[in-house]
T-cell receptor, first 113, second 114 residues
Framework: DAGITQSPRHKVTETGTPVTLRCHQTENHRYMYWYRQDPGHGLRLIHYSYGVKDTDKGEVSDGYSVSRSKTEDFLLTLESATSSQTSVYFC????????????FGSGTRLTVV | DQQVKQNSPSLSVQEGRISILNCDYTNSMFDYFLWYKKYPAEGPTFLISISSIKDKNEDGRFTVFLNKSAKHLSLHIVPSQPGDSAVYFCAASEGPSGTYKYIFGTGTRLKVLA
């Protein structure tokens, strides 16, 4: 989607290395989310942010940290990558709380070898 | 524990026929539901929504039905087209009593045969 971009689109990394994925939005939306998609599990929430420097954990947050120093950027860091973190990662943005759906980015395919 | 379940991993339908995708949930506090469609190598895109105060919402070929007593919703696509072939996710959220975060199901892969 034009208002939200993820980088990189693909990455291969070695076990034990730190990895940072970036989500950038131009919509000035307050809420940003990181999900991972895995076969048999659908989309699972890792972390989300409800404002600059305001973040909270999702259902699968172990091994991940996030930072949001600007409205437009939401970073997801795998502190020490493991093979179980091989996945497709999606960032999403939301206009606000309430009855707004999410707009998703195109995803980052991460492979940990 | 999966609060939103899509028990059919895949579904094949003939072009022009009806596609029915099902979704069950366990949390009675969910009050808003969405369906997303996802093509390979792309992010999910919003399709249709329904509030718990309604039992049906229609948008063109897409209709979502909600049965609150059964904690069940379904997405009907009529008529199905080859371009509808994708993975469909349902999602649910709690309203003012919750955090508005959406919980997603595991997805159903729809294949529309020409």
């Amino acid at each position: 989607d034009a208002g939200i971009t993820q980088s990189p689109r693909h990455k291969v990394t070695e076990t034990g290395t730190p990895v940072t994925l970036r989500c950038h939005q131009t919509e000035n939306h307050r809420y940003m989310y990181w999900y991972r998609q895995d076969p048999g599990h659908g989309l699972r929430l890792i972390h989300y942010s409800y404002g600059v420097k305001d973040t909270d954990k999702g259902e699968v947050s172990d091994g991940y940290s996030v930072s949001r120093s600007k409205t437009e950027d939401f970073l997801l860091t795998l502190e020490s990558a493991t093979s179980s973190q091989t996945s497709v990662y999606f960032c999403a943005i939301s206009e606000g709380q309430g009855r707004h759906g999410y707009t998703f980015g195109s995803g980052t395919r991460l492979t940990v070898v | 524990d999966q609060q939103v379940k899509q028990n059919s991993p895949s579904l094949s339908v003939q072009e022009g026929r009806i596609s029915i995708l099902n979704c069950d949930y366990t949390n009675s506090m969910f009050d808003y539901f969405l369906w997303y469609k996802k093509y390979p190598a792309e992010g999910p895109t919003f399709l249709i929504s329904i509030s718990s105060i309604k039992d049906k919402n229609e948008d063109g070929r897409f209709t979502v039905f909600l049965n609150k007593s059964a904690k069940h919703l379904s997405l009907h696509i009529v008529p199905s087209q080859p371009g509808d072939s994708a993975v469909y996710f349902c999602a649910a959220s709690e309203g003012p009593s919750g955090t508005y975060k959406y919980i997603f199901g595991t997805g159903t892969r729809l294949k529309v045969l020409a």
